[in-house]
């Protein structure tokens, strides 16, 4: 007889009710209208003519987000990490030497993801908060020999930018590819990819794209594409070996995986939309609002944690006041108005909030809004002054 079915598991759900959140943290952030509207269409077969014709204009949107030309450049199916790990997975072999530029939390993720593929793995670092200097730079490239530096554009634990102008070069000088975290920095930051002679880039969907997460956009230069030709092994990860997936994303067409059709439909929409709007003015948009959200909460008396000339235009970290516990206002803003912002990690947690104007998000509206949230709410989660003794008569 077959085996009697059990119950033990089976629950009787309503159907699914989330509620409305306006996603002002490190990300996810809210996706546009549009790519949710294409997210929601009929799945078609992912060899299917239509969908190959879209996995082009896929591509070739990403390259102008990233202004590349490389030719390997494709949506990872998987979240940002994966595209991260794709960066290393493909290019180090056991014993290569990888420096690490950390100056947060992703790049200490740098640094143990390069492990995991047997580099030999050197780092330097900066305090959370501040950015290389070109001439530290090169002093480890010289010191260390190493064959990759990896770093991160746009750290979100932190928010700062790292300013790119010559790193590429003394990386070429020195036989060592760039490899560059974008995560937080494509679609919003001014990003040049080609001009900044970076070899290995990734980056997420649900940030300055303006998508939900799930792909990781991923690029490899020629140089990068060298070093992984010359591999004297496979690569160690087989989902995420590239010289396979380019098979299915270049003109061979060769099935790899099942790839997640309706999320690369999404990808399509959020990138046609930024090509809409143009890289500049999306970048002026996102720097403009950031701005606009530093002036605010300065004149609110609250603190910034970065130097302006550093500040990530996507990624504010704004002090905690002493005596105000950070995570219970945050809570608040959930719990009353909907509104997420995040809290610090690593070495800034219960330091900083950390609040997000990425993609969709970025509007001088909702700026305004958290700015009269933060000056009606916050007053009474700080301390109350200690009561002063009356005066003796």
């Not at 590239?242 to 990808?267: C, E, I, Q």
């Not at 809570?331 to 509104?339: E, K, Q, S, T, Y």
Request: glycine content about 8%; charged content about 20%.
């Amino acid at each position: 007889m077959p085996p009697s079915i059990s119950s033990t598991h089976r629950l009787a759900l309503d159907p699914i009710a989330t509620p409305e959140r306006l996603l002002l943290g490190p990300g996810p952030s809210n996706a546009h209208p549009t790519v949710l509207q294409a997210l929601a269409r009929m799945p078609i077969g992912h060899l299917d003519p239509l969908y190959i014709d879209l996995m082009g204009e896929v591509q070739e949107l990403l390259r102008y987000a990233w202004q590349t030309d490389n030719r390997l450049t494709i949506p990872m199916s998987g979240t940002g990490s994966a595209a991260m790990e794709a960066t290393l997975a493909n290019t180090i072999e056991p014993g290569d030497k990888v420096l690490v530029a950390v100056m947060g939390y992703f790049g200490q993720r740098l640094v143990d993801m390069a492990g995991r593929y047997r580099a030999e793995v050197v780092s330097i670092e900066r305090p959370w908060g501040e950015a290389f200097e070109l001439a530290e730079l090169e002093a480890a490239l010289i010191a260390h020999k190493p064959a990759i530096l990896a770093m991160v554009h746009a750290e979100t634990s932190t928010g700062v930018c790292q300013p790119m102008e010559g790193i590429g070069d003394l990386c070429r000088q020195h036989d060592c590819l760039l490899l560059l975290d974008t995560v937080t920095s494509l679609g919003a930051v001014p990003l040049h990819i080609d001009a900044w002679k970076v070899d290995l880039a990734y980056s997420c969907s649900q940030k300055g794209l303006s998508c939900p997460p799930g792909l990781g956009p991923f690029t490899m230069g020629p140089r990068a594409e060298a070093k992984l030709a010359a591999r004297s092994g496979k690569v160690p990860n087989w989902y995420l070996d590239v010289s396979l997936l380019n098979k299915y994303w270049g003109s061979d067409r060769v099935y790899h995986h099942t790839a997640p059709v309706n999320m690369n439909f999404g990808m399509r929409e959020a990138l046609r939309l930024l090509a809409e709007e143009g890289l500049e003015a999306a970048w002026a948009r996102h720097r403009s609002n950031a701005e606009r959200l530093w002036a605010g909460l300065e004149q609110l008396g609250l603190e910034l944690h970065v130097s302006e000339p550093l500040r990530l235009a996507t990624l504010t970290t704004v002090r905690i006041p002493e005596g105000v516990d950070g995570k219970a206002f945050s809570r608040h803003l959930l719990d009353r108005f909907g509104i997420e912002v995040g809290g610090g990690l690593g070495d800034l947690a219960g330091k900083v909030w950390r609040i997000g104007l990425m993609g969709y998000n970025s509007t001088p509206e909702n700026v305004d809004r958290l700015l009269d949230i933060f000056a009606s709410e916050l007053p009474a989660f700080r301390p109350s002054p200690a009561p002063v003794a009356a005066a003796i008569a």
